[in-house]
């Protein structure tokens, strides 16, 4: 009885299948796995760049954007002008006329002041518009600590030392020169930027500030 069981635990069942059967059959499941993982690459690519790119959007709503490293500076660059980017060749000097100009302070207060209308951004000045590092040398500034307060001047002037809270700004160093960088919050008051007898009210129109008529403050203002 003992060699009748031994026996019975020692049988079982056997298929038999041709050789080159077997090899056909892992060769169509190796090839399977191929497409699958091309997809779980692109499924992650994919993923990576929308984080990149929320990352992106989200260093120029806050002042991380004044400690990042010159590499992620240099690559926020190349990314362009958007609605939250905003470049500026320099902040007081007329490049055409070679001279300084309150026009060319205007146009970089009217950007900031438009960032704190809408939902923030930055402005980076010494920054051509096709992303060329200019450095802010060419504004003929002695040195950064009068460049930093002639910006501070300008703000007070013509938009209020009371919206101070709302921005961030510093000299960053890049590819061996300055640029200057100003990063703003939405503000919970509406800023107008004040010159001679004027207030005008700017807000962000993609990636360029526009100019809103009185009618049109009033119904901004009520949607805000």
């Known amino acids: 009885m003992q060699g009748l069981e031994e026996g019975a635990k020692g049988d079982g069942i056997g298929i038999l299948v041709p050789e080159d059967d077997l090899i056909s059959r892992q060769k169509n499941e190796r090839y399977l796995y191929i497409p699958t993982a091309l997809v779980v690459f692109w499924v992650a690519f994919l993923f990576f760049l929308r984080s990149y790119y929320r990352k992106s959007k989200e260093l120029t709503r806050q ?3 004044l400690q990042i490293p010159e590499e ?3 690559r926020l660059i190349a990314e362009g002008e ?5 470049f500026k060749s320099t902040l007081r000097w007329n490049l055409k006329t070679d001279r300084a100009g309150k026009e060319i302070e205007l146009a970089a207060l009217k950007t900031i002041a438009a960032f704190m209308n809408s939902d923030g951004g ?6 051509a518009d096709d992303g060329k590092i200019l450095g802010i040398d060419t504004d003929r500034l002695e040195n950064d600590d009068k460049f930093l307060r ?4 300008l703000f007070n002037q013509h938009i209020g030392l009371e919206f101070i809270d709302y ?5 960053k160093s890049i590819k061996d020169k300055q640029i200057f960088v100003v990063t703003c919050r939405k503000s919970p008051q509406p800023v107008f930027l004040r010159h001679k007898k004027d207030e005008n009210f700017f807000v962000r129109s993609g990636p ?3 100019q809103l008529t009185t009618s049109q403050v009033i119904e901004y203002l009520k949607d805000r």
């Open 150 to 153: 002639h910006f501070s001047g």
């Open 82 to 86: 958007s609605d939250r980017l905003e």
């Open 208 to 210: 360029s500030s526009r």
């Open 122 to 127: 930055a402005l980076m000045v010494g920054v």
């Open 72 to 74: 992620d500076l240099s």
């Open 167 to 171: 921005i961030d700004f510093a000299i």
């Open 63 to 65: 002042g991380d954007l």
